[in-house]
T-cell receptor
Framework: GENVEQHPSTLSVQEGDSAVIKCTYSDSASNYFPWYKQELGKGPQLIIDIRSNVGEKKDQRIAVTLNKTAKHFSLHITETQPEDSAVYFC???????????FGKGTMLLVSP | NAGVTQTPKFQVLKTGQSMTLQCAQDMNHNSMYWYRQDPGMGLRLIYY???????DKGEVPNGYNVSRLNKREFSLRLESAAPSQTSVYFC?????????????FGSGTQLSVL
């Protein structure tokens, strides 16, 4: 099955800096790569996703890039704010009747 | 519009006790999932239901059973709780497997087994 590795496990940045979280996947058939944000005491919430026919997708301060050859994808957050502090999960899925495989998560702390 | 509702929010059990975690959704979604979240382990799939009447094992099904009672409700049962089942449990829903679907999560149940 699919295996997703996520790095780093924790990331501390100053407000206004950029943050980058990286994930690698094992199955080249995977074609869908979502990112979820989990705030303290809440369930994860989808913030952005990308499909394998697209190399980059952007939504305001967040962007995701995908390198199919290297089998890795990354989340980029620019101009970080304290409210960006949360745990972020990447995931991947294979086409057809398949479930999402999640990475182990990255705790992002943005200091004022 | 509640979305995905999990009950209870907190529970403490003694080893060997049984309990059922409840999940209900009002989003008219076909698929429902149970995940557990442990420190450093991310989200691991316990069981899922692609549609009413079907259930399948996920990555870590041992020690659990599920019931898809109807389209709205998907319950997770621990027949004989063990300390290793101390975790935060999340229910999630999606429009349907195979569609690269967006998942919607409940707010979780924090379970401690002593």
């Amino acid at each position: 099955g699919e295996n997703v590795e996520q790095h780093p496990s924790t990331l501390s940045v100053q407000e206004g800096d950029s943050a980058v979280i990286k994930c690698t996947y094992s199955d080249s058939a995977s074609n869908y790569f979502p990112w979820y944000k989990q705030e303290l005491g809440k369930g994860p919430q989808l913030i952005i996703d990308i499909r394998s026919n697209v190399g980059e997708k952007k939504d305001q301060r967040i962007a995701v890039t995908l390198n199919k050859t290297a089998k890795h994808f990354s989340l980029h957050i620019t101009e970080t704010q304290p409210e960006d502090s949360a745990v972020y999960f990447c995931a991947a899925s294979i086409p057809g009747y398949s479930t999402l495989t999640f990475g182990k998560g990255t705790m992002l702390l943005v200091s004022p | 519009n509640a979305g995905v509702t999990q009950t209870p929010k907190f529970q403490v059990l003694k080893t060997g006790q049984s309990m059922t975690l409840q999940c209900a959704q009002d989003m008219n979604h076909n698929s429902m999932y149970w995940y557990r979240q442990d420190p450093g382990m991310g989200l691991r799939l316990i069981y899922y239901s692609a549609s009413e009447g079907t259930t399948d094992k996920g990555e870590v099904p041992n020690g659990y059973n599920v019931s898809r009672l109807n389209k709205r409700e998907f319950s997770l049962r621990l027949e004989s709780a063990a300390p290793s089942q101390t975790s935060v449990y999340f229910c999630a829903t999606g429009q349907g497997l195979g569609t690269n679907e967006k998942l919607f999560f409940g707010s979780g149940t924090q379970l401690s087994v002593l």
